[in-house]
């Protein structure tokens, strides 16, 4: 039996189709979810894709995160359902609590579209398992609101903690504080970045298949 | 025109019982004659609804009525292909590429919005060219922009590029559709007037070609998508139709403002309409709005239609009549639907939440009858409307200073006397604003959505996979030279189609079709129509010789301030398809080692380069020769190359010469150059020369052999210049340059003047 990841599609999501498609290379079954449906359709995990969910009005990620589909997802992800969240789905997270802090406006207000060095901090969370911890990778990084902050206890207890997962190498594209492009919650089953892994799984369309072990981790993890 | 300065309806009785009352056709853009034709076709005054609809149909955007005669040639001369599924006139052209796949592109400019309000203006350009690929039937897969504006350094340029960027990726960037490629051009004369031209390309299977018309008595209209707003009103008529006019009104109210989540919307919407086949005709609504969609279909459809004005939603109930039926608001469309169907249609379009309303039905009769609160105030025979305005046969004539435009030829301006001096101005032109590097407009760009871009930006064209099981793929090209058409606008509109032909065989594609912006000053002026009429015939010529349809497009005129236009800007687009797009072949140099070849021939022709303009600030003498026979050998080359694995990269010849093909191949694979002038060549022509029907290629040491010999058993000189080698380009015997050097000179400049 396949391990079945489901992929939810907001009004506005637009990695959706990709995501799927990074789960299949990796050996999953992709299970398209529905915004208005609270039924996770017996998945396993659960990725929020990139994109502009109810086309970031408010806040990006503040309306996406009362959707029904998220009640399910948020309950889940308490229970260790491993939940990736992609650049918009990262700031869905932020929004419903599951991961601290916010994302904001780049800090050089622009949007940017750039291949990104990263170093892998933490390799223990259910989607980093198939990286070597300090692994240096390049994944494509494509945002306007990308400037991840949280006040100063938040940032030290999450390096206390080493649940700072990917650090910007070379170039902090969009002025995080401490470099920091993704983090995970304390038991490892959530994790949200910035950056694109799901661009980064075949050579003919990505920079590198750099992406490809964040699908396969939790593939591994899950039959495990 | 507002509903409190006209307390009477102008119904269509009112109209015929007060035949003398006066009525604004002039402010809306309309000539006394165009107006005493109108009452001749209804037999009576028009209703202030009926001008509405007659003034920004009729106008330059919507009529094509000063190019139209010229348009013709594009049909007349149209090269027998089997590729073609849908010529010019609807939406978009389609294209056969293939394993029962269509392909619909087409290319747009929205160059007088962006001027006035830069963010929206360049916005909405996407928005509307990505609404006619999505009424075709198909799904948008990408977006490119040729984007021309005023001297880089000019402070009107640091307003109006920022917010152009900003708009198109703010837009495109939301519907989730890769940035491919495009152009980013400065010229002063582009100052008063930046071009915005938008392309977008879509793919779909055969059978599911939707066109634009009502046909079935009792089927509905149902106008779907945002509520309709006042914004836009007279957007066609007022502003893409004159020229601009300092002392004039503010036109801000004329320029839409798109939301792209709601066009998100509507794709996806529509998408599953179609999925499901429940429409009959469909119509996205652009310029002219629900003017321009309701006249197009009824004329393009058996019968006539009937609609209920006031059903439409409104963002602002105080709209009249007629400004419902001129706004230009965003991301709507109108779909014709057979009544059994309706019910599914309204579903899917609550899924979406996109509000649909049902505003109407097709007739027997063959007359368009729009009604307000059940009053008549538009009854008219649509064709009139849509497609029988006014034709103009323009007076044109050979400006008076063409000849000595020609005449003032480039020979005469010194070139560099030694090594040292050519050095210096090859790192001049490397980093001078229309040679440089990009990435500071093209990094505001998505460009990996959807997972399919195989080559986007900085490569010669963008590539899209389209089928993931068969490798199959199309590429896209843009290209266009104002300086060249300048010179000479019949050669300058073929030397834009054989640039962009030869970027799309230079990755590996076949060149199929093609689609053009025509960007010119105002029809007015006999000699931009000389030079419009010259470029059309070119472009048709060429087209025809290279067998290839042209599809589509747009004509973009009244790009003028004042007494002055801008250069005559043909913009061409060519779509290209690739059997296996794990074939490509990227520009890159990045394997140490390997060789470089010249292909085609090098001749001195410097008329309207780059060295002439960014050392010398010259405009003069002739473009380089256009030579379609060797186009056609060059690309024929490049593609059996690239399918047979035989080189690692390729590289088209175009602005700045041999030289600046070379530094962009090093620079973006990060490996130096050996070169050495060949024999019979100085080395200013060798590296600046912008002859045309010429590419670099790196090839393997064990390719050269196989390589050399099909380029001799088929007569494509093909010259080795040198190898792919360490971290500076050495020119032999010249100068040597290091790539920290060429980077720092070619990727800074954009950077400085707008980061």
Known sequence: MTTRVGVVTFPGSLDDQDAGRAVKLAGGEPVALWH???DLHQVDAVILPGGFSYGDYLRCGAIARFSPVMETIIAG????????????????????????????????????????????????????????????????????????????????????????????????????????????????????????????????????????????SVLKKLVA | MSAQSKPVLDTVKHATDTPEAAQPWA?????????????????????????????????????????????????????????????????AGVVDVGQGYAVTFKVESHNHPSYVEPYQGAATGVGGIVRDILAMGARPIGVMDPLRFGAADHPDTRRVLPGVVAGIGGYGNCLGLPNIGGEVVFDPCYQGNPLVNALCVGVMRHEDIHLAKAAGAGNKVILYGARTGGDGIG???????????????????????????????????????????????????????LSCATSELASAGSGGMRVELDTVPLRDSSLSPEEILMSESQERMCAVVEPEKVDRFLEICAKWDVIATVIGEVTEGDRLEIYWHGEQVVDVPPRTVAHEGPVYERPYARPDWQDALQTDDPARLPRPVDGAELREQVL??????????????????????????????????????????????????????????????????????????????????????????????????????????????????????????????NVSLYNQTGETAIHPTPVVGVLGVIDDVTRRTPMAFRTEGQLLYLLGETADEFGGSAWTDVVHGHLGGLPPRVDLERERLLAEILISASRDG?????????????????????????????????????????????????????????????????????GLPAARIGVVDGSDIEVQGQFTLSLGELREAHERPLRALFG
């Open chain 1, 36 to 38: 208005g449906d609270k």
């Open chain 1, 77 to 216: 992800a308490r229970e260790g359902l491993p939940v990736l969240g992609i650049c918009n789905g990262f700031q869905v997270l932020c929004e419903s609590h599951l991961l601290p802090g916010a994302l904001t406006r780049n800090d050089h207000l622009h949007f940017v579209c750039r291949d990104q060095r990263l170093r892998v901090e933490n390799a223990a969370t259910a989607w980093t398992g198939d990286f070597a911890s300090g692994a240096e990778i390049t994944v494509p990084l494509k945002n306007g609101e990308g400037g991840y902050v949280a006040d100063e206890s938040t940032l030290d207890a999450l390096e206390a903690e080493g649940r700072v997962v990917f650090r910007y190498l070379d170039v902090n594209p969009n002025g995080s504080r401490r470099d920091i492009a993704g983090i995970t919650n304390a038991a490892g089953n959530v994790v949200g970045l910035m950056p694109h892994p799901e661009h980064a799984v075949e050579a003919l369309t990505g920079p590198t298949t750099d992406g490809l072990p964040f699908f396969t």
């Open chain 2, 646 to 714: 035989m080189i690692d990269a390729a590289h088209d010849l175009s602005d700045g010469g041999l030289i600046q093909a070379v530094v962009e191949s090093c620079l973006r694979g990060g490996h130096g150059a050996r070169l050495v002038v060949p024999e019979g060549l100085t080395p200013f022509t060798f590296l600046l020369s912008e002859s045309t029907a010429r590419a670099v290629v790196a090839l393997p040491r064990g390719e050269e052999v196989r390589f050399t010999d099909m380029c001799a058993a088929r």
């Open chain 2, 27 to 91: 402010e809306l853009g309309l000539k006394e004659d165009e107006y005493l034709r109108i009452r001749e076709i209804l037999g009576r005054r028009p209703t202030g609804a009926e001008l509405a609809m007659y003034s920004v149909m009729w106008s330059e955007h919507c009529s094509y009525k000063s190019s139209k005669v010229h348009l013709r040639q594009f049909g007349e001369k149209a090269p027998a292909s089997d590729a073609l599924l849908v010529g010019i006139g609807e939406n």
């Open chain 2, 235 to 289: 957007g066609v008529s007022v502003l893409a139709s004159e020229t601009f006019d300092s002392t004039g009104p503010a036109k801000r109210p004329a320029v839409q403002v798109g939301d792209p989540f709601q066009e998100k919307l509507l794709i996806e919407c529509t998408l599953e309409i179609f999925a499901e086949r429940l429409v009959a005709g469909i119509q996205d609504l652009g310029g002219a709005g």
């Open chain 2, 428 to 553: 001049r032109l490397v980093g001078s604003p229309n040679q440089a590097d990009v990435s500071w407009v093209t990094d505001q760009y998505d460009r990996y959505v959807l997972g399919n871009t195989v080559l986007s930006q900085p490569e010669d064209s963008g590539m899209l996979r389209i089928d993931e099981e068969t490798n199959l793929g199309v590429a896209l090209a843009t290209d266009g030279n104002g300086r060249y058409a300048k010179l000479d606008p019949y050669a300058g509109a073929q030397l834009a189609l054989v640039e962009a032909y030869r970027n799309v065989a230079a990755g590996g594609s076949r060149p199929l079709a093609v689609t053009d912006c025509l960007n010119f000053g105002s029809p007015e002026d006999p000699g931009v129509m000389w030079q419009f009429a010259e470029a059309t015939r070119g472009l048709a010529d060429a087209c025809l010789e290279l067998g290839l349809p042209v599809t589509g497009g």
